[in-house]
């Protein structure tokens, strides 16, 4: 493809999208990030399999504190203060459109975890996301148009995290950085612009394992601001703390991106899986079937806590997370279980201290708003008593106890194979039995069944897991995938993945960059 400059490449097929999205000023803006940040992105993704290796050795991660003395967190802009209900979505045209429009208080949108990220969409997402800044997004499907409404939700962007690369871009032999490609394009684009409007170039910053990332963050929002001359600390950010190394250093964090932060989000799917990930190795660490890791369980309560702690005494907000369950259409007692398991998780984080919380679904809305403003009548609850619970690094690390069934282990088959055939096909969120799966659900479904059939683990029914035993409960679940999936290319690509994913004898560190390979590849584009 022609665009690009002497030192930088477009290597895919003519898109309409990328020459008015990828201007020649854009390209050049994420050159000069690509030259002063990749190298060091390079480094600290070689620090995280360094620590890999630790954990594999039987350490475990310690807290980290702050050595500076008194230090402040940036002020939360009056748009961010009140965070009660934020609605999530892939950055599809039509969702941005309805999201804006949900009544929630914020809206991230997403080209991370429910993206699926082809070209067309991360750039189609771009221009929607530009075009959504200035209010000029409408569409229109079936006869019914799409418009916004004068009132809308405050938009947060949250770009891929530090171990993807969007490999369509080529600075020399080096693909670019996806977290730097999707944060330059979209303040590039539209960052002035949002500060005109009385908003700003908001961000979540997804999949952090420590503060030295938090600090990179930092520094590539400084320097960004600085070359495009924004006044600075415009840019606000929301961490998710999603990672169980990140638990262990949250206040090195904050204070890494001090001039920055605004609050830190539980991610909680994604730090089910990072505890598998980190501790794969550690028979001790093993989780049950996915579906019985509650937020109750004693691991997770610790941790959500510990966020609200640690942000409430840094003036920051602390947001909950995303209860999978989405409405059930054409059976109201499901759907009315669907959504009192949803009212309830909202009440359970308000009780414990969240300011906010995220839904998957404009229906979920209401339902989350009612939860928490029974329970808090202010913006946020950052004036309320800060708990002064300790909470130690042993409960952080101790895994919930329960049974791995085989009806578990068939689940996670299933959810992996469906998943990754429609994230192939383009789709990164999807609904699996009146669930929201996206990818991180299904990192953490393929990252148990790696360990367990590793571990030959012994499930409820007395049986261990063993490589026949899972090709058995593989075979079972195959054999229900109608026929006419299985010729389909997709669908054997995802059986393929996940084979080569549960087999291998490392542990794969993410799935999503095993696919990527795949979804990259001209077949599927
Ligand atoms: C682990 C994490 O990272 S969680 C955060 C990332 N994940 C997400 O953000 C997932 C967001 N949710 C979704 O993508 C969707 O809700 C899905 C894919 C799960 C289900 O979507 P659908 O099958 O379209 O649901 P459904 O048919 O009930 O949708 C009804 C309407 O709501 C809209 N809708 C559903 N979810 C959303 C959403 N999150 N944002 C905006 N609109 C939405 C649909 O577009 C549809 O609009 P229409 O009536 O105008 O056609
Ligand atoms: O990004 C959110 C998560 O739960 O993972
Ligand atoms: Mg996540």
Redesign the pocket.
Known sequence: MSLGLKELQIDATPNAHASKILSPDVLQFLLTLHKEFNERRLFLLRERERQQQDFNRGVFPKFKTVAAKSWKVTAIPLDLQQRTVE????A?R??????LN?EANT??V?L???LSPTWHNVLQGQQNIFDAVRGKIDYE??G?S?RLKEETAVLIV?PRGLHLQESHVLIGEDEIAASLFDFGIFFFKNAKHLLSKGTGPYLYL?KLEDAAEAAWWAEVFHFSERHIGLPPESIKATV?A?TITASFQLAPIIFELRNYIVGINC????YIFSYIKKFHSQEDCMLPDRNTVLMSSPFMEAYTSLVIQTCHRHGILAIG??A?Q??I?GDDARNDIAFEKVRLDKVREVQAGHDGT??????MVAVAREAFESYMTTANQLQKPISNRVITEHELLQANLGEVTAAGVMDNIHLSITYLSRWLKG?????INH???????VEIARAQLWQWRRNHVFMADGQRLTAQHYKELKEQVLQKIPAVDLLDTHTNTAIALLEELVTAREFIPFAISLAYKKLTDEKFN
């Open positions: 609605i999530t979505g892939p599809d039509k969702m941005i459109i309805n999201a949900s809206f991230m997403d991370e975890d429910s499907e079936n019914k799409y949250r997804p998710l999603e991610g909680r799917w994604d997370g995303m999978a989405i409405p259409k995220w839904v998957a679904h404009p229906a789709q990164g969120a999807v609904a669930l929201m799966e996206d990818a991180a659900t």
